[in-house]
């Protein structure tokens, strides 16, 4: 049974979908565009970022937080995708080495207990030209007011975010460190919804 914590913030990521499509849509769009054949979405959430799939993509959800899974099931629903949902984290992947071909994650790595195991997961399950698509947010440059302000309100951030990490720092060195042969990214503010998670990184790493 999910805990009602896990109950509120499905119900949350559900009910503010609307708000980060706005925000986050277009660049969601362009980057998933270029997924293709078994896509695991890790920490799907909801499910809101199907989408944005391409058509004909087989779908796997690895996704922790039972409450979500109904919200998933709706989501896949009514674009007509079938979906694969395995209730797991992204330290320890439910899937075979080399079996996907793109793994995709938004808005997760902040919230992992361990970044570096998860990306290790990740390139381990994914196929030997495989890709890993991300659009995370991270912390803003040391010295900026932005943030000064997610060092204050990290904790409060977490409480209230189930576990979200808004000051971490998270970039290509941590997926080369993971063993990812390239990384090309971008650096972007896409704000608004929670104006203090405003930097992101949006990119692909290959293996
Ligand atoms: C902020 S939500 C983002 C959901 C979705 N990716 C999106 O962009 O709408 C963070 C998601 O990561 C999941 N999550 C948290 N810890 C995780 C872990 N260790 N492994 C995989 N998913 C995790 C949460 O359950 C939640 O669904």
Avoid at 73 to 99: K, M, Y
Avoid at 173 to 190: D, I, P, Q, T
Wanted: hydrophobic residues 40%; glycine residues 8%; charged residues 25%.
């Amino acid at each position: 049974m999910p805990s009602l914590n896990q109950k509120l913030f499905a119900w949350f990521t559900e009910n503010t979908e609307e708000r980060r499509d706005k925000i986050l849509g277009e660049t969601k769009q362009h980057l998933f565009a270029r997924a293709n054949g078994t896509v695991a979405e890790i920490g799907m959430g909801t499910g809101s970022n199907m989408q944005y799939y391409p058509d004909g993509v087989k779908v796997i959800a690895v996704e922790p937080n039972e409450a979500m899974e109904r919200y998933i099931l709706e989501n896949a629903a009514e674009l007509g995708i079938e979906i694969d949902i395995r209730r797991s984290s992204a330290e320890e992947l439910p899937l075979d080495d080399e079996s996907v071909d793109t793994v995709i994650t938004t808005h997760v790595l902040c919230s992992v207990a361990d970044v570096q195991q998860s990306l290790r997961e990740i390139l381990r399950v994914l196929k030997p030209e495989g890709q890993y698509l991300f659009l995370e947010h991270v912390a803003a440059e040391q010295g900026t007011t932005l943030r000064v302000m997610q060092n204050i309100v990290r904790r409060l951030h977490a409480a209230a975010f189930n576990g979200c990490q808004c000051n971490r720092e998270i970039g290509g060195v941590n997926m080369k460190n993971a063993g990812f042969e390239s990384v090309a990214y971008r650096k972007k503010n896409l704000g608004g919804y929670l104006s203090h998670i405003k930097p992101h990184i949006i990119g692909a790493a290959t293996k």
